[in-house]
Each structure stands twice: as C-alpha cells, then as structure tokens.
C-alpha cells in the first residue's frame, strides 16, 4: 500500500499547493519571517491538524459502535515546539476534544485511548519523535 502527493509551488515565494491521488488539495505557505504571505497553514501545522482529523474520525467511528449518541465533536491541538540543532520539532502535543451527546464518560477516554494508542496512523507516526497526550470535555457549554 502507498500514498502519493503531488506538491507544486504556486507562486515566485514559498507558497505551495499539495494535492492528494483522489484530487483534494491545501495550500501550504511559510512564515513572513522567511518570505511566506498568509496563503496557506505551515507544513508543520498540518502534521497538527492531520493528527486531529485521523484522531477526531477514530473516535467518531469508535462512539457509534459503542452505541453511543454523538452529537458533534471539536478538536483542538496545542504543541511544545522544541529547537534541535538547525531544526525544530514538536516535543509534546496535546489533543483536546469536545464532544457533545449523550455520551458514557467512560466509553469517551476509552475511545480516545484506543484512536491515539492503537488506531490513528498519524499519532502512531509522530509518536516516536513526540509525546502525543489526550484531553477532553464532555458536554462543554457553546
């Protein structure tokens, strides 16, 4: 099994659009520090949200064969950013998720636990470099 990317630059700066085998693309852009103008989201944040979607779609997945009535879900991402020489990586990333429904607590940490510790590909990908936390809110006020 294999993924293919196609990513091309879309301007004379650093902004870039990547687009997947099924047609689907964002845009990617750097820093103004280093020439970017605002047009896209930083590679390093789409390892951020690809860890949230590949997360957030396991514990939908995994709520409703528990049964359990989902009624929207919300994810948000915070990372350490940690300096390595001439590159930085993300040292410990937290995913917190707000989900609302009429939901067991219990069944909540345990489909977070199994997407980030079993499921999600992206968690298992990054863990080696990361340490990948979960936190979460059930029924949070809007």
Known sequence: MSTNIS???IDDHVNFEAVNSRGKSIFMDGTDKIGGKGNGVSPM???LMGLAGCSGIDVVLILKKMK???DDIQMDVSAEIEKMGDYKRYSTINVHFN???????KKVEKAIKMSIEKY???AKTLEKASDITSTYTLNPEK
């Open 120 to 122: 999600c590909s992206v």
């Open 68 to 70: 359990q009535q989902i």
């Open 45 to 47: 944040e789409t390892l």
């Open 7 to 9: 990513i091309k630059r």
């Open 99 to 105: 989900i609302w429904g009429d939901i067991k607590e």
